[in-house]
């Protein structure tokens, strides 16, 4: 659908009118005490809730002081590492670690099967609902796609405005048995029509996890290997929680106070992971490696890529912005602790594919662009890659479109987003509203 030309020119005009009277001068916050984005200058986000859900850490507190450390990510009080370890035998560390942030304790092998089979038993969709809602409009954007059928399948459940707390854990539960095919299924639609591919849809295998159906849905013949498996498994685990303050769990957390079903909540939690800012940051990553790649003759050349590096830092190459896209994060100072797990089976998966050239341009600029990062800009942490960093080069390794970047990040999130959900559901207590102050001077 286009867009009619009469008001494209009325917005463009109207442009101007807008900057003047919506922007606000940095003088003004700092005049007034109040922090953009919700985070002070040193980049520690302002106190907002309390969660019994997860943990970061990545400072310590010495005398009064802060003090850079290695990054620590907890789930349900167990460190993410940890579980990690634990789930290194077994194809369903995600499942696993969905019961944890679900229901507070690790599952025994029991529980863990009982969990698996009602996501199998719940992996289904209504009947047409392929044909009628995820291929009747498709289009590149597979989140805008995923964000429509999660609001759709509300119009198939009786208990969809049900605030019973049964109901809901029923509602999570589908939709993070569900995810993986909506998003799937959405790609292969967008492939088939706007790119005149072939088109096929896999039914989910139930003794499959949830990655390994996700590589089975996704290839043609179905076939995957247990390391692929493994590390996009892995992926998920690590994505799956990261506190109750990021800007999709806050989310989710602020709509569900207002009284909201599930199915709008994690509608409007998907709307905010996509933004680039947030889930769709592996993609930046993945752009700028190609530019990186176009530029850098050399990739074994440290020189040659110090100096690229300050091209993009300075704004002068890449896409003008000025940022070193995977270096930093908004919490962590001296190293993301999902990103150094992830390491370990970026390494595994780079042998099996025989990538060892494509990872010598990601570890050389993983070592230089922090010092590029820390001479050209006033850092008041430390810098290190994030997990977005090696993400997408796994992705790419295991075939996945890029399409399906962010689609993947919310298949994971899925299950932090449904215990915010649960446990602001339980503690429910007030709506959430902060304040914003008025600037506006009074007119006659």
């Known amino acids: 659908m286009s ?10 005009k109207q442009a101007p009118i807008l900057i003047a009277n919506d922007t606000i001068s940095d003088q003004l916050f700092k005049e007034y005490g109040v922090n953009r984005g919700l985070r002070d200058v040193n980049g520690k986000g302002v106190l907002t809730g309390l969660t019994n859900i997860s943990k970061i850490v990545s400072f310590n507190e010495e005398n009064g002081e802060r003090i850079p450390c290695d990054g620590q990510l907890w789930y349900r009080g167990y460190n993410v590492e940890q579980l ?3 789930s290194a035998d077994t194809p369903f560390g995600f499942e696993k670690t969905a019961y944890l942030l679900l229901f507070g304790e690790k599952p025994d092998d029991e529980e863990l099967s009982e969990f698996v089979q009602a996501l199998v038993k719940t992996r289904t969709l209504p009947r047409n609902f392929t044909r009628d809602v995820i291929m009747k409009a498709p289009g590149k954007d597979i989140m805008n796609s995923m964000t429509r059928s999660i609001l759709t399948l509300a119009s198939y459940d009786k208990t969809t405005m049900s605030t019973d ?50 590589l089975m849905m996704l290839r043609p013949d179905e076939k995957f290997t247990e390391v692929e498996a493994k590390v996009l498994d892995v992926a998920l685990m690590l994505h799956a929680e990261h506190g109750g303050g990021n800007n999709s769990t806050f989310t989710t957390r602020v709509v ?5 079903d599930t199915y709008a909540t994690m509608a409007a939690a998907m709307s905010s992971l996509k933004g680039p800012r947030h889930g769709g940051a592996n993609i930046k990553v993945m ?9 850098v003759s050399d990739w074994s050349d440290e020189d040659e890529i110090r100096n690229y590096l300050t091209k993009i830092l300075d704004g002068d190459a890449f896409d003008g912005k000025g940022l070193i896209y995977g270096m930093g994060h908004a919490v962590y100072s001296k190293s993301d602790p ?8 970026v390494l595994k998966l780079t042998e099996e594919k025989s990538a060892q050239h494509d990872l010598l341009l990601y570890e050389n600029i993983e070592k230089i662009a922090p010092e590029v990062i820390a001479k050209g800009r006033h850092i008041y942490k430390g810098v290190s890659p994030n997990v977005d960093f090696y993400s997408g080069f796994v992705y790419t390794m295991l075939g996945i479109p890029r399409e ?14 449904s215990a915010h959900r ?5 503690g429910a207590g007030k709506i959430i509203r902060p304040a914003y102050m008025s600037v506006m001077k009074e007119r006659e």
């Open 165 to 214: 707390l049964y109901d809901n854990v029923c509602q999570c539960l589908k939709l993070i048995a569900t995810f993986p095919m909506l998003a799937v299924y959405g790609y292969h639609a967008y492939n088939h029509y706007d790119n005149y591919g072939s088109m096929y849809i896999h039914r989910p295998n139930p003794k499959y996890s949830t990655a390994e159906n996700i």
């Open 256 to 260: 569900t106070s207002s009284g909201s």
């Open 287 to 295: 752009d700028m490696m190609d530019d990186i790649r176009k530029n």
């Open 422 to 426: 649960l446990e602001e559901l339980i």
């Open 84 to 86: 990690v370890k634990e």
């Open 338 to 345: 999902r990103e150094r797990v992830f390491k370990d089976y």
């Open 3 to 12: 867009t009619n030309k009469n008001i494209i020119d009325y917005a463009y």
């Open 404 to 417: 399906l970047y962010t689609p993947l990040f919310g298949i994971a999130r899925i299950a932090g987003w």
